[in-house]
């Protein structure tokens, strides 16, 4: 046990709140899939369990694999991928997968393993180690706005235009999070107004054209709609249905919740396991567990803030913030959905929620953060190895 814990580098306390808000995700995610059990098998919560574990198990393989490769990789990595999941992205437009009469063409099928997988999952990490390598690339110098649109907002605008028909959550939270990304980089903020005002109406000629011509552009157009008019709207409807389970769940909780396995909202919530696994936290658990929960993001964010301010690079910095920061955004994300501070977005609770393709991706992100850390440690020890191979006759007569 002890030679695998000397392999793993990096901050330790990352892989601490990893291990630990894996090791937690079993408690909510098998109690929590009762109703999938029912609905879709034979009542036996012990398969989605088993699942989800080799989900975990393949998820910190990945992990332990690419932190262990110097960051300076992910550099050319990023440019080789981008063209890649181009590909994959427009492989899974063109399915045009529908559901319930909505378009949601957002998981491909991997032939071998037989599994689903959201390409629109890794094409956010792959385009925020890209953005990242370009700012470092140009940190010490002034730019044209006019110069970085082939090779920085061309790759940017083209995946959230593959991703926006099916998934507009995580195009908005891709977009959102370059735009950070831009603002900690030193990217103009005189270029960065007119790229939201270019994105906004984007977004316009998007929606008006989908409504006009739905069978020429399909997409979820009237499901986002739908869900921000019932967000706005003070009125029960049925498409509240998940959103009132949710806070029925939370309010039953109380502060040490109903005891773990005994929610009763899961049976209702249709995402209990994955979307609306907060809720089910909450009611079994209480404000502890929530505020538990909550916790161990904060941590991660205060440590992803630490690892990127002692990275050796500029690069080593912005590929920290990038890759992190969203991944406690799309938690805090989730938990305010559950509470209706958000409308439903589909977004999962990092390492806890149940499915194979934000795990994975979760890991894969903090291995790059990971990866970076470990440098700064190997740097720290050189260094130190240095001071103590010189001579104490060399020390004293330099001193004098």
Not at 135 to 146: A, D, G, M, P, Y
Not at 219 to 241: G, L, P
Request: some cysteine; hydrophobic content about 55%.
């Amino acid at each position: 046990m002890s030679s695998i814990f000397s392999n793993l580098k990096g901050d330790k306390v990352i892989w601490a709140t990893a291990g630990l808000l894996a090791i937690f995700s079993f408690l909510p995610v098998y109690s929590a899939s009762s109703n999938l059990a029912y609905l879709h098998g034979d009542g036996s919560t012990f398969n989605y369990l088993v699942v989800h574990f080799f989900h975990l198990l393949l998820g910190f393989c990945l992990l332990f694999a690419v932190h262990r490769v110097p960051y300076n990789y992910f550099r050319g990595l990023s440019i080789l991928m981008l063209p890649v999941i181009i590909v994959l992205l427009i492989y899974t437009v063109a399915q045009g997968t529908f559901i319930g009469g909505a378009y949601a063409s957002r998981w491909i099928q991997i032939p071998v393993l037989g599994v689903s997988f959201q390409s629109s999952t890794l094409a956010s990490v792959v385009l925020m180690v890209y953005v990242a390598r370009y700012l470092s690339k140009i940190t010490e110098r002034t730019v044209t706005f006019k110069e970085t649109i082939l090779p920085l907002w061309l790759p940017v605008f083209l995946i959230l235009a593959l991703i926006l028909p099916a998934n507009f959550s995580t195009a908005a939270l891709i977009f959102a999070m370059t735009l950070v990304l831009m603002f900690l980089g030193g990217y103009p903020l005189k270029y960065l107004g007119a790229i939201v005002g270019v994105g906004v109406v984007f977004l316009a000629i998007f929606i008006l054209t989908a409504k006009a011509f739905p069978g020429v552009l399909p997409s979820r157009v009237d499901t986002w709609a739908s869900r921000i008019e019932n967000f706005a709207n003070d009125d029960d409807t049925e498409a509240d249905y998940q959103i009132e389970r949710a806070k029925i769940a939370i309010a039953r909780g109380g502060v040490t919740g109903t005891g773990i396995g005994k929610s009763v909202q899961r049976n209702f919530l249709p995402q209990s396991s994955s979307d609306f696994i907060y809720a089910i936290i909450v009611e079994e658990m209480g404000l502890i567990g929530a505020f538990g929960v909550m916790l161990a993001y904060l941590m991660l964010l205060f440590r992803i803030v630490i690892v990127a301010t002692k990275a050796n690079s500029t690069f080593g910095k912005l590929v920290v913030m990038g890759v992190g920061i969203p991944i406690v955004f799309q938690a805090l994300v989730n938990m305010a959905v559950a509470v209706e501070l958000f409308p439903v977005t589909g977004q999962t609770l990092p390492l806890i929620s149940s499915g194979g393709t934000s795990i994975w991706m979760t890991c894969m992100a903090l291995g790059i953060i990971l990866s970076v850390s470990a440098k700064r440690e190997e740097i720290k020890e050189a260094e130190s190895q240095e001071t103590d191979d010189e001579n104490p006759l060399d020390i004293l007569s330099e001193a004098i």
